[in-house]
């Protein structure tokens, strides 16, 4: 068991492949920024929660994942979606809650799901996920396949009973599960050194003799050398770990937040002096990438962020009459036969008892 706090990584992604993959940051943070100002304009309803600040992080791990790896997330999951190879128009089209969306218009911002791209999807309970990537990695085991799964979740869960129950279930079994926590320092408006008796939250792998590490959530570089190494342990040597990615969120817990309660426009100010995109950029255009390359990127990502929205404005609701389709297992459908959508007993009119009035 090794608990490591890393602050550089021996790794140098191919030019190319570095190019791709900040156009999947730059796509992530336009895609954030009209995300929020559809959910302004009232045409995506529910919770909207934007990872503005936190690409590198997203982009690094996702990138890590060998093609047939599994991915589940918590709530704050657009970008993830988008890094494993969801479409920008299902994601929006999810958002607006339209038929053509990653989960038929059922899920909306917090429940993205593309299972065909091996992403199990977003989950809204916190830490509710890690019991479940627990268990995605015990069924791995036992079908005696040498894959991976990776598990996101922010810093907000690592407090929760199932944080402890899922990394000491791993630990005992040995399952090849990574539990990536993506620390933007808050959890909702509380910071991490308030909620914490141990913020290194990197440290607590060691309660469970697994490995820990934290790295730069905001170098892209050492995020995906970390996981890539950990992930490969997890397959080969069916090895869990913790790794810590240190980052930031520059807008508030939820589009609904304003995020100014608990931190000031200073911190704030201070946070994006470090933006992933600009040291991302920055390091593309030191390797050899002209700039003029790079803006004609931006420019056709703008693009395809603008053709998403337009896409999901059009496209339909989904049928009433498929609001149940999925929701019961096969062979259920006598047991359900009576059901309608929005009466699970067929009830038609609502009846107060004892007189109290309609």
Known sequence: MAVIDRTDAPFDLDVGDFYDQYRMMFLIRRFEEAAERQYKAARIGGYCHL????????????????????????????GFALARGVPPEAVMAELFGRAHGCAHGRGGSMHLLDVSRGYYGGWGIVAGQLPIATGMALSLVRQGK????????????????????????????????????????????????????????????????????????????????????????????????????????????????????????????????QDPLVRTRESLEARGVPPEGLDALEAEVEAEVEAAVVYAEGDAAPSVDQLAAGVYAAGSEEQFERMRPGSPAGEEELVFAGGLGR
């Open 51 to 78: 990872s503005s600040g936190q690409e590198a992080a997203t982009v690094g791990a996702v990138s890590a994942l060998a093609e047939d790896d599994l991915l589940i997330t918590g709530y704050r999951c657009h």
């Open 146 to 273: 040498e894959q991976a799964v990776l598990c996101e979740l922010g810093d907000g869960a690592v407090n929760m009973g199932a944080w402890h129950e899922s990394l000491n279930l791993a630990a005992v079994w040995n399952l090849p599960v990574v539990f990536m926590v993506v620390n933007n320092l808050y959890g909702m408006g509380t910071s991490v050194d308030r909620a914490s008796a141990e913020p290194d939250i990197f440290k607590r792998a060691g309660a469970y003799r697994i490995e820990g590490e934290r790295v730069d959530g905001d170098d892209l570089e050492e995020v995906e050398w970390a996981t890539a190494r950990l992930l490969r342990a997890a397959r080969e040597e069916r090895k869990p770990a913790v790794l810590e990615a240190l980052t930031y969120r520059y807008r508030g817990h939820s589009v609904a937040d304003a995020g100014l309660a608990y931190r000031t426009r200073d911190e704030i100010d201070e946070r994006r002096l």
